[in-house]
C-alpha cells in the first residue's frame, strides 16, 4: 500500500497567544512549535502500523519553510519512510490542499491521512479538500480503519455515536482518537531519521479566497463570582436570572 | 444570488441545531439584500416550520446513506440550479466531510467553525471564528463570488420572523454511491454532546465510578448530558465518548458545570466557548476558577447533592 500521511507544525497546546503587526501576525517569540498532534499520535502511527502489517511505504508530506524540517524529522524518526516538503507559505487550507493534491496526483496512494483538525485554525478543511481534487472517497474523525484487500473500513465519530463505511476506492481520511496509540520515536529511529530522504519541491500558484484580515482576544472572564456552598439556591437563583442558563 | 442552508434531519425531525441554520441563513440573507432557502436532507414531520425561522423556500430530499461525494454532488447541483451564492452548514460531522469537498467543486472560499453573522463588505465577505482552539479570534475576509460557511452550534437562537414554508421534493438526482454504509451506532434517548444546550461534567474528584449516581441526578434533574475530563475516561471510569478536551469533543453549551475537574489547558481547550461555566472545586487555587463565570469552593459530594435539590426546589415554584 501506498500511504501519504500530511503532517502540520502547530505551536504547543500550552503556548501563550499573542498577535502583532496590529493583529495580522501570529507572534512566535518563545513558542515552541510541535508536529500538530492528531497528524502525529493518530494518522502516522496508523499509516506505519498498515505498512507494518500489509507492506508499502509511508511518505509524509509538509506545506512549509524550512523551519518545519524539525517535526519532519520526527515523523521520519517515528517510522515514515520519506518525506516532501513543499516550499510554500501555508496561507490557507486551500493552498495546503491544492500543493498536497498536485504531487499526490502523480503518485496514486491508497489512503492519504490527514490529522482530524489543527491545533491552531482548527478548520478541518484539508482532508475533504484533497479528497475532492483527486476524487477521493473522504472519513472525517476516522477512530477505526481496517484494510482487506482492496477494501477498507472505516468507523468515523458522528453525533452521539459513529458510522462504519467501507469502500474499495483510494480514501483519505482524517484521524481521531481511537486510530492509534502515540509513539515515542527511539534512539534508532532518530539516528536512521538523518538519512532517510527528504524531497523539498516548490510550490505551486493559488489564488487566495480567504483571508485572516486581523485576529483578536477573546474578551477575558468577568472574573469568577463565588457562591457560598452552603446557599446552593444562591447559585441557581444567578443561573436563572443572571446568567439566564437555567 | 441567494442564501442556501444545509440541514439534516436527525431521528425523522428538524431539531434546534437546524433551526438556529435557518434563523443565521435568513440573518445572512438580509445582510446581503438577497433571500434565505433550504435544503433539508432526509424525512422531517416538521419541515415546513424552516418558514418560520425565516426560509423562503425549501426543497426537501428523502433519507439517503452517507457519502461525502454524493452529498455534495447534490448541493452544488441544488445551489446551482436555485442560483445560490452563499452556502451554509452547521459546523458537525456532515459538514466536516462534505463542506471542503464542496469548496473546491464549486470554486468557493471556505471558513469553517464560523461564530459570528457575517458582515458584507463590499463583495466580500467578514466573518469571525475562534481560533488556537479558543485563545483567539480570526477575523476572514472571503473575496470569492461563491462563499461556503459552517457555523458553530450555539451561534445564535432560533428566532420566528414568519410563517410555515411550502416545502417541494427536490428534483434533484441522487447519484449513485460508491461506499456502503454498514452500520450506525448512536446512543439513543439524550442528547449528542455536541448538541447538548447543558452539560454536566465531572473529572478525576470524583475518586471513582461507583460515586456517578449525583452527576447524573444534577444532569437528569435539569436534561444534562453528561460529559468527562480524560484521565477518566482513560481509566475507564466513563465512556469514551463522553471525553471533552482537546483530544476528545469539542463542546459549546449554554451551561458547563466542571465539578471536581483541575482546568488543565487541554481540558479548557475543548470547553471555553461554553456561554456559562460553574465549576465546583475544593481547591480555590484549582486553574478552572479562571476560566469560570460561578464558583463554588468544597467537597463536591457534599454540594453537588445539595445543587440538586435547590434545582429542585426552583423547578416546583
Ligand atoms: C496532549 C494532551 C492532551 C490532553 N487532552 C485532554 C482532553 O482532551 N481532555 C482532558 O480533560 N484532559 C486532557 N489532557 C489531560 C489534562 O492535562 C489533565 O491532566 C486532565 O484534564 C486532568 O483531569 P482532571 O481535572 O479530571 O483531574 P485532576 O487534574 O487530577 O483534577 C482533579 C480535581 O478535582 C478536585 N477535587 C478532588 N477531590 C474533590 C472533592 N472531593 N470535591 C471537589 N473537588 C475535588 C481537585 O482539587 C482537582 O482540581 C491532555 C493532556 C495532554 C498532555
Redesign the interface.
Given at each position: 500500500m501506498k500511504l501519504l500521511v500530511c503532517i502540520s507544525k502547530t505551536?504547543d497546546?500550552?503556548s501563550k497567544?499573542s498577535?502583532v503587526n496590529n493583529g495580522t501576525q501570529y507572534n512566535e517569540e518563545g513558542i515552541s512549535f510541535i508536529m500538530n498532534?492528531y497528524d502525529e499520535w493518530y494518522a502516522l502511527v496508523k499509516a506505519i502500523e498498515i505498512k507494518e502489517k500489509n507492506g508499502g511505504t509511508v511518505t509524509v508530506i509538509n506545506v512549509g519553510d524550512a523551519s518545519n524540517d524539525i517535526v519532519i524529522r520526527k515523523a521520519l524518526a517515528i517510522g515514515a519512510d520519506d518525506a516532501i516538503r513543499v516550499d510554500g507559505k501555508p496561507t490557507s487550507?486551500?493552498y495546503v490542499?491544492k500543493q498536497i493534491a498536485h504531487i499526490a496526483k502523480q503518485q496514486a496512494y491508497d489512503i492519504i491521512f490527514t490529522g482530524k483538525e489543527t491545533?491552531?485554525?482548527?478548520?478541518?478543511?484539508?482532508?475533504?479538500?484533497v479528497?475532492?481534487?483527486l476524487?477521493y472517497?473522504?472519513?472525517?474523525?476516522a477512530s477505526d480503519l481496517s484494510i482487506d484487500g482492496s477494501k477498507k473500513?472505516v468507523s468515523?465519530?458522528?453525533?452521539?455515536?459513529?458510522?462504519?463505511?467501507?469502500?474499495?476506492?483510494p480514501i483519505v481520511v482524517?484521524a481521531a482518537?481511537?486510530l492509534a496509540e502515540q509513539r515515542i520515536p527511539n534512539m534508532q529511529g532518530i539516528m536512521m531519521s538523518k538519512r532517510k530522504p527528504l524531497e523539498i519541491v516548490n510550490p505551486i500558484a493559488v489564488a487566495?479566497?480567504?483571508?485572516?484580515?486581523?485576529?483578536?482576544?477573546?474578551e477575558a472572564?468577568?472574573g469568577?463570582?463565588?457562591?457560598?456552598?452552603?446557599d446552593?439556591?444562591e447559585?441557581?437563583?444567578?443561573?436563572?436570572e443572571e446568567?439566564k442558563?437555567? | 444570488m441567494s442564501v442556501l442552508i444545509v440541514i439534516e434531519a436527525?431521528e425523522g425531525k428538524l431539531n434546534k441545531g437546524a433551526f438556529e441554520i435557518c434563523t443565521y441563513g435568513y440573518k445572512t440573507s438580509k445582510v446581503l439584500g438577497t433571500t434565505c432557502e433550504a435544503l433539508i436532507i432526509g424525512d422531517a414531520h416538521n419541515a415546513t416550520e424552516v418558514g418560520k425561522y425565516g426560509v423562503a423556500n425549501a426543497l426537501q430530499i428523502g433519507n439517503i446513506s452517507?457519502?461525502?461525494?454524493v452529498f455534495?454532488q447534490i448541493i452544488a447541483k441544488t445551489a446551482n440550479d436555485l442560483g445560490a451564492d452563499t452556502i451554509i452548514f452547521r459546523h458537525?460531522?456532515t459538514a466536516?466531510?462534505?463542506?471542503?469537498?464542496?469548496?473546491?467543486?464549486m470554486d468557493?472560499?471556505?471558513?469553517?467553525?464560523v461564530k459570528s453573522i457575517p458582515q458584507a463588505n463590499g463583495n466580500t465577505l467578514?466573518v469571525d471564528?475562534?481560533?488556537?482552539?479558543?485563545?483567539?479570534?480570526?477575523?476572514?475576509?472571503?473575496?470569492?463570488p461563491v462563499k461556503v460557511l459552517t457555523v458553530m452550534g450555539n451561534t445564535i437562537q432560533p428566532e420566528i420572523v414568519g410563517e410555515a414554508a411550502i416545502v417541494t421534493l427536490s428534483s434533484t438526482p441522487i447519484p449513485a454511491s460508491?461506499?456502503?454504509?454498514?452500520?450506525?451506532?448512536?446512543?439513543t434517548g439524550?442528547?449528542?454532546?455536541?448538541?447538548a444546550e447543558?452539560v454536566v461534567s465531572a473529572g478525576r474528584g470524583m475518586k471513582g465510578p461507583e460515586n456517578w449516581a449525583i452527576i447524573e441526578e444534577l444532569a437528569s434533574e435539569?436534561g444534562a448530558t453528561t460529559a468527562c475530563s480524560r484521565p477518566v475516561a482513560d481509566a475507564h471510569w466513563r465512556p469514551?465518548?463522553e471525553?471533552v478536551g482537546?483530544?476528545?469533543v469539542a463542546i459549546r453549551p449554554?451551561?458547563y458545570f466542571a465539578i471536581g475537574i483541575s482546568g488543565a489547558?487541554?481540558h479548557l481547550?475543548g470547553v471555553n466557548s461554553s456561554?456559562?461555566i460553574?465549576?465546583i472545586n475544593k481547591d480555590p487555587e484549582a486553574p478552572f476558577?479562571?476560566?469560570?463565570?460561578?464558583?463554588?469552593?468544597?467537597?463536591l459530594f457534599?454540594?453537588v447533592p445539595?445543587?440538586t435539590?435547590?434545582?429542585r426546589?426552583?423547578k416546583q415554584h
Open positions: 505551536p497546546t500550552t497567544i498577535f498532534p487550507a486551500e490542499a491545533i491552531d485554525y482548527n478548520g478541518s478543511e484539508v482532508g475533504p479538500m479528497a475532492e481534487l476524487d472517497d473522504y472519513f472525517a474523525f473500513t468515523r465519530e458522528i453525533e452521539g455515536g459513529v458510522e462504519i463505511t467501507t469502500s474499495t476506492n482524517s482518537k481511537g487566495e479566497k480567504v483571508s485572516v484580515k486581523i485576529h483578536t482576544l477573546p472572564k468577568k469568577v463570582k463565588l457562591v457560598d456552598s452552603n446552593m439556591d447559585l441557581v437563583r444567578l443561573l436563572h446568567a442558563a437555567l | 436527525v452517507f457519502d461525502s461525494k455534495t458537525n460531522s466536516k466531510n462534505v463542506a471542503g469537498r464542496l469548496a473546491i467543486r468557493a472560499g471556505l471558513v469553517s467553525g467578514l471564528k475562534s481560533v488556537y482552539s479558543g485563545k483567539a479570534i480570526a477575523t476572514y475576509e472571503i473575496n470569492s460508491t461506499t456502503q454504509v454498514i452500520e450506525r451506532k448512536t446512543i439524550i442528547v449528542p454532546l455536541p448538541e447543558m435539569i469514551h465518548h471525553h482537546q483530544t476528545g449554554n451551561l489547558i487541554q481547550a456561554k456559562t460553574v465549576v476558577f479562571k476560566a469560570a463565570d460561578y464558583g463554588v469552593v468544597g467537597d457534599e454540594i445539595k445543587l435539590e435547590a434545582i426546589r426552583f
